[in-house]
């Protein structure tokens, strides 16, 4: 049997693909090419709308212009700070213990010498009753003392006078022990006088000892926070775990002020009795007067700032210790007199300075534009910075809304229509 002959030319692949294949893939090709055109054609026009002026919201602020010399009562130095108390104080009680009782919470208002807490003190109510007792006791010997005294002075008396009369009847050894009996009981009641006194300082010793489980304000004033409750243990000094270091927290809040920490390139401008300005953050649309009262002598030498504590003029229920606060400290209301004009002087936001290319810039908003503006500029204090050249104060510059901010570029103020 002979195995059939094979026709191997005939045996070959078809690579051309089928005719509908090849159409719906020319026809994705072109989809593709078409929506990448698309997206290109959008992009460029947005870039172009927003090149011609599609405006972008931003913040800015107004450059303030002021004088070197006084002028118009313009800030001289802006610092921030908080309010303070300048007499506070953390009441503790003098001697460890539990609080028993506590007559007071945050807001009451207490005068000097009042009770504010009384602490457990059943031991000290002790300790004053047997100081007490042995007061008595010793007061006892004392009159027992002074009339064994009192007798053998008589005694002795007596018999010096008989025998000034008759010598014979009263021997110089009988003499000389009745003189011994009295020296020594007036030696024994002087002892027993200074056993009193010993006595007498126990027991006020021991009333101290209850007295300082009683605390009292120091001071009239506000009670600004309960550190302890009833039940809890405080003492005079904390040694960790749950005993307490003060009982309350209290200030006199008609000596409120300002402490402000001013950056030292500025200080040559603050000066005692300087007029200031104090805006709370809580309350910005509110101004209070104030008057610096004290330059602290010393510098931080980590932060470059000297603190300055301003009095608050103003009164007011609303200003409350650790809020925070800025101060503007206020030029003269008049110019020095002499032929020197004026320097003039811009403070602007420091978010308003920017450092672009090593050069220190601001960009101004005009006619719905932005423009840059080189110029040169103080150190940061209070958030503003000194403008020393570049303003003339006045200008709008742009303090937000924009990273990264072109020459002509379109804006629209935030709050403007």
Known sequence: MTNPVHDLSKLRIDRDAPPQVKRAFRSAVILAAAGA???????????????????????????????????????????????????????????????????????SRIEKGEVIARLENADYVAQVTQAEAALATTRAQLAEAEADRDQARRDAQRVREIRRQNRELISDRDLDAAESRATQSAARARAASAR???????????????????????????????????????????????????????????TLEVEVDVNEAYIGRVRRDQPARITLDAYPDATFRGQTRQVVPTADRQRATVQVKVSI??????????????????????????????????????????????????????DGRLEQRAVQAGPVSGGFREIRSGLSGGELLLVSGVDAPRPGMSVKVVGQP
């Open 196 to 254: 009193v006194d010993a006595a007498v300082a126990g027991l006020r010793f021991a009333r101290a000892n209850l007295e300082n489980t009683t605390v009292r304000a120091p001071f009239s004033g506000t009670v600004l926070r309960k550190e302890a409750e009833v039940g809890e243990v405080v003492a005079p000094s904390v040694g960790g775990g749950l005993t307490r270091g003060a009982v309350v927290t209290m200030a006199d809040l008609d």
């Open 37 to 107: 055109a698309v997206l290109v054609l959008v992009l460029v026009f947005l870039g172009a709308r927003r090149g011609a002026g599609v405006p972008v919201q931003v913040a800015v602020a107004t450059g303030e212009a002021g004088s070197a010399a006084g002028g118009a009562g313009g800030a001289a130095v802006t610092a921030n700070g908080y309010v303070v108390a300048r007499t506070r104080a953390s009441v503790s009680a003098k001697v460890a213990g539990r609080l028993e009782w506590l007559g007071v919470s945050e807001g």
């Open 313 to 366: 003029l103003d009164r007011d229920p609303r200003i409350l210790p650790e809020m925070a606060a800025r101060v503007d400290f206020l030029e003269p209301e008049a110019a020095a007199p002499g032929p020197a004009a004026a320097v003039p002087r811009i403070r602007a936001p420091a978010a308003a300075v920017r450092v672009e290319n090593g050069q220190t810039v601001v960009w101004i908003v005009r």
